[in-house]
């Protein structure tokens, strides 16, 4: 199947700790994003990747590292997790190859759903 | 305030009525509008997208833009309960490397 996946889907740790999440997407696109779904449904943009090069870092607190190993993978890794990062996370794609964006489709991932004990 | 502004609801209408929904935003750079549905424990998808002002229609669906008033809206004609899902208004600027804005989503619910 073509799609964004993102494992795990659920990802219960307590506070303190460290985590990473995948995402993989198969649909050749260049541009890759997560985001952070609150509480609320509110759907922030935390990064993005095109082409393995960072592009957009929202105000997001340096315990979170996004890694691209290629333009088909996007992880993020969370440090010393703390109770408010407890969210879903969504990685999604688009097929954005320059910065003159328009119409932009962004595909999502299933989503993780992040519990910090 | 944030940029783009959407009642969160819930929305509960009776199966075969008209959903109205609608999100206003302050950045008058903002030049494509976005509709996406997000089902319970899902990742959004997308419904609809237009440019600039006017009105889009898909099937059931008419997406409409006013930029004078910064305004846009989605209507969902003779509503099916498997529209019952969250409704993520999105949208964003030229030259924003698909940095999107979203509303926080409306929840509609369809009574059968």
């Known amino acids: 199947d073509t799609a964004v996946s993102q494992t795990p889907k659920y990802l219960v740790t307590q506070m303190g700790n460290d985590k990473s999440i995948k995402c993989e997407q198969n649909l050749g696109h260049d541009t890759m994003y997560w985001y952070k779904q609150d509480s609320k449904k509110f759907l922030k943009i935390m990064f993005s990747y095109n082409n393995k090069e960072l592009i957009i870092n929202e105000t997001v607190p340096n315990r979170f590292s996004p890694k691209s190993p290629d333009k088909a993978h996007l992880n993020l890794h969370i440090n010393s997790l703390e109770l408010g990062d407890s969210a879903v996370y969504f990685c999604?794609?688009?097929?954005?190859?320059?910065?003159?964006?328009?119409?932009?489709?962004?595909?999502f991932g299933p989503g993780t759903r992040l519990t910090v004990l | 305030q944030k940029e783009v502004e959407q009642d969160p609801g819930p929305l509960s209408v009776p199966e075969g009525a008209i959903v109205s929904l609608n999100c206003t935003y302050s950045n008058s750079a903002f030049q494509y509008f976005m509709w996406y549905r997000q089902y319970s424990r899902k990742g959004p998808e997308l419904l609809m997208y237009?440019?600039?002002?006017g009105n889009k229609e898909d099937g059931r669906f008419t997406a409409q833009v006013d930029k004078s008033s910064k305004y846009i809206s989605l209507f969902i004609r003779d509503s099916q309960p498997s529209d019952s899902a969250t409704y993520l208004c999105a949208m964003n600027p030229p030259g924003s490397w698909g940095k999107l804005q979203f509303g926080a989503g409306t929840q509609v619910v369809v009574t059968p």
């Open positions: 999604a794609s688009s097929q954005d190859r320059t910065g003159v964006v328009s119409y932009n489709e962004q595909f």
């Open positions: 237009t440019y600039s002002s």
